[in-house]
């Protein structure tokens, strides 16, 4: 029997054992010379080396030690199924040769990948637990067309790059290995060869589905059988709760800091969050439950907003089964989840996405199309295919595998201009010379056609802080095809206007008003999140003038206010029980201040709201439509008075919002109103269970024959200090 390693070059063989051969395949596994065969493996440190049938256990060869550093080889009887039996200075070890298995991926998803059309990536790319040819192992695969060479790394090999590397699949620009015995829970990272000849620090996976807590940065090899879930009734029937005319009330958590125990304050993970968090959505009567993006990032600080493991849920708080059981359990109590998700920038981490296989392979090379300035991140280059796909799969990972019922994208102004937040000579004008990003533009538009025929009933929600024309507008009517879009300007007007001292609050009048102007222009979202808590600006009650009671009751009037405007609701945790700090998320919401009656009435109120806003259907039927809204009093600059109808449709009641928004009482205040009888006073910030003076209607007033307001007839109704009240017609 003549050994065919003979015949090895050895120029390659020193190639391999330095880590810079890039065709692994060439050298080790099987090989055939003529009639003879042989098998060579890369076992540093072995003692020595069998090849045995991988059924009966025959002896097929024995490998002798071709190269000092590793590189064993020898004739084999046969190629068939085998084994190798290695002995280690410590341990005996028997498995199978990765280097004898042929190539995994299909033709079809390595075209897929090419033009960028694989949206799901998370079964393909990345580590998937399989058994091939009855073996179990786990195909490692990772898109790095520039490489020279690509291995992986991990527990199982001692983290040592030069001993599994990859096939690339040139075609794709793919490498691909299946790695037997290796299984659910190993640890593992790419190392990379770039394309100057330079080891590249080992990388984290783009499309890992689990990764190790924080500050760990490995990937973790996840489990790939699908979560069994029971939400079969809420999937068929979420469109209808996410719809325009539905009830939409959203709780915004940061997971880390809502709540934390024992001694060491530990943030609780998803199986806790499930017991405590869901109750508590469901008690306050919210709809939704919106969170800070759970996908894995390195800094916690960033609130999650510079992730770089777009398809895995971070290690922080459990396993991916675990996020699963947590949104499953939502959906059981009727709580629909959204997710904040970031294809806007990442971090330059190196074991990240940055100069993945040496090149500005994700990223723009070009610094004024490819780094954010304000973050200190770098920007997705939309212009390849293989980028878009990539964030698109990412996206359809959270909605597809874990069910979730919506992403609301983060910054997304900063992807539709090329020149945000850069002065003269700092951005490239696109190929019009304009500053549109037309990259971005058809990235969302694609995205946002395909998520309804793919995921019937989710949501896409825009933060966008511009006047971007047509965000929430379906994309064939040459919209952005968004279903929602936060209203940031509305925002930022009534949180001034409400900073104001009441007594300078008649020269912002319009601060309250304006938002009506446009608010049908798109379909809104009204958000009080956490960029309102934080960076110095002072808590939600801490922006109110006047002393504490002027406080408490500023804050109660103004979310009542917020309820009843057109819109969709959402609010930041811990503004629903008036924390006096603002949010610091190394905390913890103060539940403590829930002692003292004033935040008790806050909760209350804000419980109350919710029940209102989703019992009356005047308050949210016609959110989207100017039939629903009418001003009774918009101008009363000098009283700081609103008063506003939402109705529902004809033939259903009214309902009659009027706020005063100065701590004067005002009795014998007359307000136009279109329908005759008793209207009931259905709710007062004023009153003594929200910690207020109980100043009020007694229940509900009678019109008048009294024209007032263009109307035949009119309420003359009590205005307590700093108050909303809710008025409904028909008693």
Not at 37 to 57: C, N, T, W, Y
Not at 450 to 475: D, H, K, L
Not at 562 to 589: Q, T, Y
Not at 651 to 678: E, Q, S, W
Request: proline share 7%; aromatic share 10%.
């Amino acid at each position: 029997m003549i050994d065919p390693a003979f015949g090895l070059d050895h120029a390659a063989v020193q190639a391999l054992v330095e880590g810079r051969h890039g065709d692994p395949f060439t050298l080790l596994g099987p090989h055939r010379l003529g009639d003879a065969a042989s098998v060579r493996a890369f076992l540093p440190g072995a003692r020595s080396v069998e090849v045995r049938a991988r059924d009966g256990g025959d002896l097929l060869g024995t490998l002798r030690l071709a190269h000092p550093a590793g590189f064993w080889s020898g004739p084999v009887a046969r190629i068939g199924p085998y084994r190798l039996v290695i002995d280690w200075p410590d341990a005996r070890q028997e498995t199978e040769d990765p280097y004898a298995f042929g190539l995994l991926l299909g033709d079809l998803d390595l075209h897929l990948i090419a033009q960028g059309t694989h949206y799901e990536l998370g079964r393909c790319l990345g580590a998937q637990a399989m058994t091939v040819e009855g073996v179990p192992g786990v195909r490692f695969a990772v898109w790095a067309p520039n490489a020279r060479r690509v291995s992986v790394v991990g527990d199982f090999n001692s983290w040592d790059g030069r001993r599994h590397p990859m096939r690339q699949r040139r075609e794709a620009g793919v490498w691909e290995l299946f790695v037997p015995r290796v299984g659910v829970g190993t640890r593992y990272k790419f190392e990379l060869v770039g394309p100057d000849g330079a080891v590249l620090p080992q990388k984290a996976d783009p499309v890992a589905r689990s990764a190790e807590p924080a500050p760990g940065t490995a990937s973790i090899v996840a489990r790939t059988e699908p979560y069994a879930w029971t939400d079969h009734a809420w999937m068929e029937s979420r469109a209808a709760r996410q719809a325009p005319d539905a009830p939409i009330s959203v709780y915004e958590v940061h997971v880390g800091s809502w709540l934390r125990i024992g001694e060491d304050a530990r943030s609780l993970d998803w199986i806790e969050l499930a017991d405590r968090l869901i109750p508590y959505v469901k008690g306050m009567g919210f709809t939704h439950l919106e969170l800070l993006p759970i996908m894995e990032h390195p800094f916690g600080g960033s609130w999650g907003y510079q992730p770089l493991g777009l398809f895995a849920p971070t290690g922080r708080f459990g396993r991916p089964e675990e996020f699963a059981a947590f949104v499953d359990r939502c959906h059981a109590e009727q709580i629909a989840v959204l997710l904040d998700w970031v294809p806007a920038h990442f971090p330059t981490d190196v074991h990240g996405l940055a100069r993945f296989d040496g090149t500005a392979l994700y990223e723009h090379e070009d610094p004024r199309e490819g780094f954010h300035q304000d973050w200190n991140t770098l920007i997705y280059n939309l212009g390849r295919n293989e980028v878009k796909g990539f964030l698109i799969a990412s996206a359809f990972e959270w909605l597809e595998r874990y069910h979730v019922d919506g992403l609301r994208v983060d910054a997304v102004a900063s992807m539709l201009y090329r020149d945000y937040s850069r002065k003269a000579g700092e951005w490239i004008p696109n190929r019009y010379g304009g500053r549109e990003n037309l990259e971005a533009v058809e990235f969302f538009k694609h995205l946002n056609s395909m998520v309804p025929r793919r995921c019937p009933g989710a949501v896409m929600i825009a933060e966008e802080s511009t006047a971007w024309p047509g965000v929430s507008r379906p994309v064939e009517e040459g919209g952005l095809g968004f279903a929602y879009k936060w209203n940031m300007g509305w925002m930022h007007d009534t949180l001034h206007y409400i900073a104001e001292d009441p007594i300078n609050r008649r020269w912002h009048h319009d601060e309250m008003t304006f938002g009506l102007v446009y608010a049908w222009s798109e379909a809104f979202v009204l958000p009080i999140s956490h960029d309102e808590v934080v960076h110095g600006k002072g808590s939600l009650l801490g922006k109110m003038p006047g002393d504490d009671w002027q406080r408490f009751a500023n804050l109660r009037a103004y979310l009542a206010f917020m309820w009843a405007h057109p819109g969709k609701k959402l609010l930041f945790m811990g503004c629903e029980i008036a924390e006096r700090r603002e949010w610091n998320h190394d905390g913890s919401v103060d539940w403590a201040l829930l002692s003292e009656p004033r935040h008790r009435g806050v909760r209350d109120l804000v419980r109350d709201l919710n029940r209102l806003y989703a019992t009356e259907a005047a308050l949210h039927r016609l959110d989207a439509d100017p039939a629903g809204f009418a001003w009774a009093v918009g101008d009363d600059r000098e009283n700081s008075v609103f008063a506003f109808l939402r109705q529902a449709g004809e033939g259903d009641p009214a309902v009659l919002v009027v706020a005063n928004l100065t701590p004067v009482p005002r009795t014998a205040y007359r307000i136009g109103v279109p329908f005759d009888g008793h209207w009931r006073e259905l709710l007062s910030t004023d009153a003594e269970i929200y910690g207020g003076s109980n100043l009020g209607n007694g229940g509900g007033v009678e019109t008048e024959p009294v024209p007032a307001h263009g109307q035949p007839r009119s309420l003359s109704l009590v205005l307590p200090p700093l108050s909303t009240v809710y008025l409904r017609s028909g008693g």
